[in-house]
Structure formats: structure tokens, C-alpha cells
């Protein structure tokens, strides 16, 4: 299953579980490849709690329409394999971020049972850069609320201007 994306947006990984997974992007201007995010935990064995994770920098992607997809590595048997539980896990609108979209991919039903099964889970963070949806961000306040240094205040006793 993919998501369907158009315009510019940065992609960034949030989190990737133990096994080996990837993401897809195809049909952008310039960013179509494949990109690896997790470890296979055979492969690279650590505690549960401190899962290496292959970081990805974050990604600019822009097109008219773009998709994203995961897939998932099945070993030497099955190879990569398509995940179809990729869903939006939340989206928002806030003048700090913009439009931030995020997307989870939650492939329990089809990884084996067992102590890894838990931790297979992966979470991209797609935002919106295109300044049409986003005309505020970087989000900065166009008013200055300090006062000068050379105000003058009226003294209530003899109302004349006193310097502060």
C-alpha cells in the first residue's frame, strides 16, 4: 500500500524497530530510491530497548503527485516483501511546524510470532515545505513587544516626564 504526496515535503525517520525495513519513494522530481531504515535483529543482536537504528537523513521530495510505500525484509526465503499496514498515523496543522503528516508502518500480522514480533514497527514524519500551505513557517512574530530604552513615563505627583 503507498501514500499518495504532492508537493515539496521533508521526510524524516522517527522511529524503526528491529527488523530490516525500507521506504519507497517513486514518480517524484528528484528523489525516487530506496531507503533502508532498521536492522534485522539476527543480524545485528542488542538489547530490545536499544534497537540500532539505520538513520536516514532527512529527505527533500517534491512532485506533482509522489508515492511512499514500505517493504519489509523476509530473510533469504521470502526477500523483501510488500507492507500493506502503512497507515497515517496523524496529521496536523500548527504555525510552528506547518502541515506535518505521519506515517506508521505496523507489519504485526504478517512478521512471525515471537519475542521480535513487537518490535517491528516503523514511523516517518513527512512536512509540508510548499509556502502556499505553509506561509508562516519558519514561524516568527512579526511584533516586537520590548520597549526602548529612551521611553519617558509621566511622574502621577507632578505630572511631568520622567526619564526611565
Given at each position: ?60 521530495v ?53 519475542p ?12 509540508s ?11 516568527a ?24
Amino acid at each position: 500500500m503507498a501514500e499518495m504526496l504532492s508537493g515539496d515535503w521533508i521526510i524524516e525517520c522517527l522511529w524503526s524497530g528491529l527488523w530490516t525495513k525500507r521506504f519507497i519513494i517513486e514518480r517524484s522530481l528528484s528523489s525516487d530510491g530506496v531507503y533502508l531504515l532498521g536492522t534485522d535483529p539476527l543480524r545485528d543482536w542488542g538489547p530490545l530497548d536499544t534497537a540500532r537504528v539505520l538513520t536516514t537523513p532527512p529527505i527533500s521530495v517534491s512532485g506533482p503527485s509522489w508515492f511512499i510505500r514500505f517493504e519489509w525484509d523476509g530473510g533469504s526465503v521470502l526477500g523483501w516483501q510488500s507492507d500493506t499496514s502503512l497507515i497515517r498515523s496523524s496529521a496536523a496543522y500548527t504555525l510552528h511546524d506547518g502541515l506535518v503528516v505521519d506515517l506508521l508502518s505496523d507489519n504485526r500480522s504478517v512478521v512471525p510470532p515471537g519475542p521480535f514480533s513487537l518490535y517491528d514497527s516503523a514511523s516517518l514524519r513527512c512536512r509540508s515545505v510548499n509556502p502556499q500551505i505553509n506561509p508562516w513557517h519558519p514561524f516568527a512574530n512579526p511584533y516586537d513587544f520590548t520597549r526602548p530604552a529612551n521611553v519617558r513615563r509621566k511622574d502621577p505627583s507632578n505630572n511631568t516626564n520622567l526619564q526611565v
